[in-house]
């Protein structure tokens, strides 16, 4: 029975307009994203303001109907799945930036605001966001924040967690929790913001944020690598970290079986580059002259033949050659079209450890199933490892699927890494948190639940489990 009662719809439509909520064969004209489950509520409302936000969340709270919110649909655990029976909230509307400050280096933007945008929006200024993602033109700095994304970045910029001065945030009961300070230095008190960040709306609804921005540099160049261990390609990232000219902006490393999917479907080749390597590392530096950093990457790559004969490299001569080659470890859509609803893992590995746990994980999941052949790509200079399997998601499933997680996850916590770098927990990776975490610290999580959102309305069945007691409790007080 769809607990959403007309009565209930039009007090939605009362507060955002009749044109702003969808549902029935209206839901056909929403993008649902990356898995058709996203709308699964068959209902979505899209407010324009925090105001309306708020009101809705008090529409919802007294009528016992759970939210989802919604920013870009880009996640990859199940984080903006709903059910019948519940509301999503859309922040496609809240989509301004309100401010961009060029002397305090800081922008104060809407929830719905995508990263393209504000990448854009920044660079009128000589400033970009400091965090960078494939996924940049429907990914939202709200959704960004909700999820604490990482990105390409992150090693020298940090995650978003580390990129936000303050945020406004609407709870559970409608109150407006506002702190959007400005200033990095800030010891009034709690940090409460850092609840939000992270949380994918279990705990509050982003609506606007202020995110500090970084200066843009004059000139970039990008060499890819072709090398042959993990080893050689760590030894070159610390080379590029320790240039005598211009700034490591980027470490990403293809491993041969995505290497060869993308570059075989971009028809991508140089003549001299041999892409049998099993590691290719694309290497980007920044600064104020584009030849005098792509001197920096002849002079790194001499360094690189000394110690590895067999080496290729392939430095952009251009803007487009540079494109062509981050293509190469960007267009992910490739996986997912040869095997749909492939499975996909995300890890962080202390750096010491990313070839040895490799090269584990690769021989167990190969005893597990000989056609395994993962494809392998990341963020080099920090550890995060993406690995998705060469098979389609219909069929990893059941005892299959476990025994893969615990291959990936095995040693992560005792090796001092995480099994969730910067995807999140959603509904996907909710029995992993559980399986891999301090029981102190999900205690803590669950504590904190509860006191935010005693009726457990706010994206129910992400990160924690769902504990449907709460919210029969709560009702029969009202």
């Not at 309306?52 to 007294?62: F, G, H, M, P, Q």
């Not at 190469?328 to 890890?347: F, G």
């Amino acid at each position: 029975m769809d607990r959403l009662q007309p009565e209930f719809k039009d007090e939605i439509r009362r507060i955002v307009g009749d044109e702003n909520l969808k549902d029935g064969e209206a839901i056909a004209t929403v993008d649902h994203g990356v898995a058709p489950e996203n709308l699964g509520a068959g209902a979505v409302v899209f407010p324009r303001t925090t105001d309306e936000v708020a009101a809705v969340v008090k529409c919802c709270l007294a009528n016992g109907i759970s939210l989802v919110t919604h920013g870009g649909r880009t996640g990859l655990v199940g984080g903006a799945m709903s059910r019948p029976g519940e509301l999503v909230l859309s922040t496609v509307r809240l989509n301004r930036i309100l401010d961009i400050s060029p002397i305090e280096r800081v922008a104060v933007v809407e929830a719905g605001v995508t990263l393209q945008a504000l990448q854009v929006a920044a660079a009128e200024h000589r400033l970009e966001t400091g965090i960078d993602l494939p996924s940049r033109g429907s990914a939202t700095i709200g959704g960004m924040a909700s999820t604490n994304a990482g990105g390409i970045a992150a090693f020298r910029f940090g995650v978003m967690r580390h990129r936000i001065l303050g945020l406004e945030a609407v709870l559970a009961d409608g109150s407006i929790y506002s702190d959007l300070t400005r200033v990095v230095k800030n010891a009034a008190g709690y940090d409460l913001k850092h609840l939000f960040v992270g949380a994918e709306g279990t705990l509050g609804i982003i609506t606007r944020i202020a995110v500090k921005l970084e200066p843009q540099p004059f000139a970039t160049a990008t060499v890819l690598f072709g090398l042959p261990s993990v080893d050689a390609a760590l030894e070159t990232v610390r080379r590029g970290l320790d240039a005598e000219y211009g700034q490591l902006r980027a470490a990403e490393a293809i491993w041969n079986t995505y290497f060869r999917l993308t570059s075989g479907h971009h028809r991508w080749s140089v003549s001299d580059y041999n892409a049998e390597h099993p590691v290719n590392l694309l290497v980007s530096l920044s600064g104020a002259e584009e030849g005098a950093l792509q001197s920096e990457l002849g002079r790194i790559y001499e360094d690189v033949i000394e110690d590895h004969p067999d080496a290729s490299a392939v430095i952009a001569s251009s803007g487009a050659q540079e494109m062509d080659l981050w293509r190469l470890r960007e267009d992910t859509d490739l996986i997912y079209r040869k095997h749909p609803s492939a499975p996909s893992y995300d890890v962080s590995v202390p750096l010491s450890q990313v070839g040895s746990y490799l090269n584990r994980c690769l021989a167990d999941l190969r005893g597990l199933d000989a056609t395994f052949d993962p494809y392998v790509f990341g963020h080099l200079a920090d550890g995060n490892l993406h690995i998705v399997l060469n098979a389609a998601g219909s069929d990893i499933a059941g005892e299959k699927a476990k025994a893969i997680e615990k291959v990936l996850y095995r040693d992560i916590v005792t090796i001092g890494g995480s099994f969730s770098a910067e995807h999140g927990i959603g509904t996907k990776r909710v029995g992993s948190l559980s399986a891999t975490s301090n029981p102190v610290k999900l205690a803590l999580m669950h504590r904190v639940k509860d006191t935010l959102d005693a009726s457990a309305i706010l994206n129910p069945g992400k990160v924690l489990p769902r504990q449907p007691t709460l919210r029969r409790r709560v009702h029969a007080t009202r």
